[in-house]
């Protein structure tokens, strides 16, 4: 586990705010393909994924989400 925290660490500082998926109006398929594309650059493994997915969300989207 030590290696995702220090991945998501990484995965939150690179991860491009404009990039973000916001809300309906938003490509979610863009999103998630950003999001595929960024967490084996920065160690996340496929299995942490789902831990990892809040990162990608922003603004309505992320309030909806918690």
């Not at 997915?53 to 309030?63: D, G, I, K, V, Y």
């Amino acid at each position: 586990m030590h290696g995702f925290g220090r991945g998501l660490v990484t995965l939150i500082k690179i991860y491009d705010e404009k990039l973000k998926y916001y809300r309906g109006e938003d490509s979610l398929n863009i999103s998630i393909r950003v999001f595929k594309d960024l967490c084996p650059k920065v160690g996340v493994r496929l299995e942490e994924y789902h831990d990892a997915f809040s990162t990608m969300l922003a603004s309505e989207a992320s309030e909806f989400y918690y």
